[in-house]
């Protein structure tokens, strides 16, 4: 067992009393091509879910739609029964129709049945943190968020969270509910939300990047990130991952991958430690 852990990225509490290491593991990359279907190799994925938590993750960030239902067949056949600091956060309100396709829908009968069956496919009595994946423009805010407030106080979901929202729209969702997390895309190329990541560290809101590796050009060899990668021996998307971890203490990055040595990778960007002056110039460079 390697020393490496993601307990070095530090904690943060979600909805203030789900304590993560701040470093977690997205699955989306486990499915088929387009996020649909069976795994390449299941095997693999499993191996590869195994290793997070050997690794220190206590935070796995799935979906329905991932496969649909491939990524929670597979978190379950690797690590059921799951440890007591290990919190499971999924998302519902997309619906597939093949690799690559995703419409919203928000009907209550509709986000009803896809909580019970992540509960079902998991294997659990509660989910620890359920995000709305999109909110449906067809549908009143107050009807999708109400029914899962509703089965809230049920006790099947333990805390609330959205996808790809604007600070106004969060807003709105705090009238209706407490709303503890907040995902969208954030990463050193692409900031446009960063307002949201503001009022969520204002507020004590956990933010959730999704692609956190997503840097473009900037990761390519010889790119801009190189002469700072090279004073810590480390990679362009360690340095990514380490900006993140240094750019606010709510930001919770869930990089995914389907590869056991990338996910070692990615663990050990916590080890980094960024100056002051570095920071500010990896900062820039995404600008």
Request: aromatic residues 6%.
């Given at each position: 067992m390697?020393?490496?852990?993601?307990?070095?990225?530090?904690?943060?509490?979600?909805?203030?009393?789900?304590?993560?290491?701040?470093?977690?593991?997205?699955?989306?990359?486990?499915?088929?091509?387009?996020?649909?279907?069976?795994?390449?190799?299941?095997e693999?994925?499993?191996?590869?879910?195994?290793?997070?938590?050997?690794?220190?993750?206590?935070?796995?960030?799935?979906?329905?739609?991932?496969?649909?239902?491939?990524?929670?067949?597979?978190?379950?056949?690797?690590?059921?029964?799951?440890?007591?600091?290990?919190?499971?956060?999924?998302k519902?309100?997309?619906?597939?129709?093949?690799?690559?396709?995703?419409i919203?829908?928000?009907?209550?009968?509709?986000?009803?049945?896809?909580?019970?069956?992540?509960l079902?496919?998991?294997?659990?009595?509660?989910?620890?943190l359920?995000?709305?994946?999109?909110?449906?423009?067809?549908?009143?805010?107050?009807?999708q968020?109400?029914?899962?407030?509703?089965?809230?106080?049920?006790?099947k979901?333990?805390?609330?969270?959205l996808?790809?929202?604007?600070?106004?729209?969060?807003?709105?969702?705090?009238?209706?509910?407490?709303?503890?997390?907040?995902?969208?895309?954030?990463?050193?190329?692409?900031?446009t939300?960063?307002?949201?990541?503001?009022?969520?560290?204002?507020?004590?809101i956990?933010?959730?990047?999704?692609?956190?590796?997503?840097?473009?050009?900037?990761?390519?060899?010889?790119?801009?990130?190189?002469?700072?990668a090279?004073?810590?021996?480390?990679?362009?998307?360690?340095?990514?991952?380490?900006?993140?971890?240094?750019?606010s203490?709510?930001?919770?990055?869930i990089?995914?991958?389907?590869?056991?040595?990338?996910?070692?990778?990615?663990?050990?960007?916590?080890?980094?430690?960024?100056?002051?002056?570095?920071?500010?110039?990896?900062?820039?460079?995404?600008e």
């Amino acid at each position: 067992m390697t020393k490496q852990s993601a307990a070095a990225s530090g904690s943060f509490s979600i909805g203030s009393d789900l304590p993560v290491h701040r470093l977690g593991y997205g699955v989306m990359q486990l499915p088929g091509a387009g996020v649909w279907g069976p795994s390449r190799d299941p095997e693999n994925a499993i191996r590869v879910l195994r290793r997070t938590v050997e690794l220190g993750i206590t935070l796995i960030d799935t979906a329905d739609s991932y496969g649909p239902f491939v990524a929670d067949h597979l978190i379950r056949e690797a690590l059921h029964p799951y440890a007591d600091d290990l919190v499971i956060a999924t998302k519902v309100g997309f619906t597939r129709q093949g690799p690559n396709k995703w419409i919203p829908v928000g009907r209550p009968e509709y986000l009803r049945q896809q909580v019970e069956l992540n509960l079902r496919h998991l294997g659990v009595e509660q989910i620890d943190l359920l995000q709305l994946h999109r909110i449906d423009p067809k549908v009143a805010l107050e009807d999708q968020l109400g029914e899962l407030v509703a089965m809230q106080s049920e006790g099947k979901i333990r805390h609330l969270g959205l996808s790809e929202v604007t600070v106004d729209e969060l807003k709105a969702a705090q009238k209706l509910a407490t709303i503890v997390s907040v995902q969208n895309m954030f990463n050193l190329a692409t900031r446009t939300a960063e307002p949201l990541l503001e009022y969520a560290e204002a507020n004590n809101i956990a933010f959730i990047p999704w692609f956190p590796l997503a840097t473009g050009k900037l990761a390519k060899a010889g790119g801009p990130l190189d002469e700072v990668a090279a004073r810590h021996g480390s990679s362009a998307s360690q340095l990514a991952l380490a900006w993140l971890l240094r750019r606010s203490p709510v930001i919770l990055p869930i990089p995914g991958t389907a590869s056991v040595d990338h996910l070692n990778d990615n663990v050990a960007a916590a080890d980094i430690q960024l100056t002051d002056d570095e920071f500010a110039e990896l900062s820039a460079i995404g600008e």
